[in-house]
């Protein structure tokens, strides 16, 4: 039995070691397939919106060490008349929504794979303010690499509730096989053709996790 359980563990400690190096060779080889497409989405963003051309973000990462998170920028900086950042949806322009809706926004992610900071499939990275709002168990999911793609992106992205992407994401962790990464990509290619689940009803993306606030916040009401 202790035999066994030092061949799994040898096994997946492989795995993920082939995982970690097919992410990066294939990483460095899309950046330069897509390269021309990188450039001419960067210019049409910086004729249209100006710059920054990027997004970029702290995220968190593999137990929860932050890195620099990169996107394509798809909204205006337009703000109100007391220098606040309009809604979501009022910046979002409609080449943004393309960019989205083709998942063209994701491309600059690919350093962040070559860099090592996420792989192809896993958990997306969230904000770093949603660290201390998930319990012990939605946690978990920082115990991979984050993905530009995931089981929970290809189940319903963000059309589904947070407690859903949790654990689907969590069930991800503890299922983990290259074949399960081959289907999860395989899967993604058809939901981005077919367009779903890019927006949460009333949100130009998804609402706030507020998770252990919300609790909170109903205990004060109390």
Not at 40 to 57: E, S
Not at 129 to 137: A, F, G, M, N, W
Not at 190 to 207: P, R, W
Request: hydrophobic share 40%.
């Amino acid at each position: 039995m202790f035999t066994q359980q030092f061949q799994d563990v040898h096994s997946m400690k492989y795995s993920r070691f082939i995982k970690s190096a097919l992410d990066r060779v294939v990483a460095a080889f899309s950046l330069l397939v897509f390269s021309p497409v990188i450039v001419i989405v960067a210019l049409a963003i910086y004729i249209r919106m100006g710059r920054p051309i990027l997004f970029t973000q702290p995220r968190p990462g593999q137990h929860a060490r932050i890195f620099t998170f990169y996107k394509f920028r798809t909204m205006t900086n337009d703000c109100d008349s007391k220098g606040n950042l309009l809604p979501d949806e009022k910046r979002l322009t409609g080449f943004g929504l393309f960019l989205r809706q083709t998942s063209l926004d994701e491309l600059p992610q690919l350093w962040n794979i070559l860099k090592g900071d996420m792989s192809f499939v896993g958990p997306r990275p969230l904000l770093v303010r949603y660290l201390d709002r998930y319990t012990s168990e939605q946690a978990r999911r920082h115990d991979v690499k984050p993905g530009i793609t995931g089981l929970a992106q290809v189940k319903g992205r963000n059309a589904i509730s947070w407690e859903e992407k949790f654990k689907l994401d969590v069930w991800y962790v503890d299922n983990w096989s290259l074949w399960l990464d081959l289907k999860i990509l395989f899967l993604t290619a058809f939901k981005v053709l077919q367009q779903e689940g890019i927006n949460q009803e009333g949100h130009a993306t998804a609402e706030e996790f507020k998770g252990s606030l919300e609790q909170l916040e109903s205990k004060m009401k109390l």
